[in-house]
């Protein structure tokens, strides 16, 4: 059970920030249209071929071995999600070598305004056996991430970033694709990786894959087929 644990962890530990509040309609979702607006987030695709998706299962476990619990959009369970996960992780191929090799830029996944941005903080964070936990050596363990809010009061959050890669200031519009800095392992990580979530106007973390486990129309502008990274808008 252990070394399941231990791996499952390793692939994915992450937290993004809690939700907070608001409440509106998406864009684009009046008219019957796709109500899909957003675009794959990241300016490569091939490093980030292992993606841990939103939980849909409500259950949470305790602490240990069931924390790997958990549905995706598809219903699939672990390593395709993890426990009360609210985002979707795209773990960065080659790991701190890869990063340090000059990483990938985060972009825009919509036309948008900066609601937050934060810089400066420890990039290097990783897995503890020993605690079981991350480990940032010492230093503060806050996320570099950036929060964009859209039409209607949806956002898009981006955490974990390189520390002094966040290339966007609060209440600067950006266009979608812009880029917002680059992935990193600041914060609450196990290993590089980009945290993305999606949020409604009220705070409510959504899936932005459609299936079975999740609401039948994509918030991606092209979720593609499954296990395929979403595509561009058009
Ligand atoms: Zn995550």
Do not use: K
């Not at 890869?98 to 948008?112: K, P, R, Y």
């Not at 609450?188 to 945290?195: A, D, E, I």
Request: with cysteine.
């Amino acid at each position: 059970m252990r070394p399941r644990l231990l791996a499952g962890w390793f692939l994915g530990a992450c937290a993004g920030p809690p939700p907070e509040g608001g409440g509106a309609a998406a864009p684009g979702d009046s008219g019957g249209e796709s109500a899909g607006f957003l675009a794959f987030p990241l300016a490569e695709r091939e490093p980030f071929q292992t993606v841990l998706g939103v939980d849909h299962d409500p259950t949470v476990q305790e602490p240990g071995i069931d924390q790997l619990t958990c549905l995706d959009h598809h219903g699939r369970s672990f390593p395709h999600c993890y426990d009360e996960h609210d985002g979707t992780d795209y773990i960065l191929h080659g790991g701190f070598e890869a990063m340090d090799a000059g990483s990938v830029a985060i972009l825009a996944a919509a036309d948008g305004v900066v609601a937050a941005a934060e810089d400066g903080h420890y990039d290097r964070c990783h897995g503890s056996l020993e605690t079981m936990s991350v480990d940032c050596d010492g230093h503060d363990g806050i996320a570099n991430s950036v929060i964009l809010e859209h039409e209607g009061g949806w956002r898009t959050l981006y955490w974990h970033m390189m520390e002094g890669s966040v290339a966007v200031a609060v209440g600067q519009a950006v266009r979608r694709g812009e880029v917002l800095g680059r992935v990193g392992s600041s914060g609450f990580s196990t290993q590089p990786h980009l945290h993305f979530e999606l949020q409604a106007a009220d705070g409510t973390p959504v899936d932005p894959y459609a299936g079975p486990e999740s609401q039948p129309e994509s918030w991606w502008c092209d979720q593609g087929e499954l296990d395929a990274l979403p595509g561009d808008c058009p």
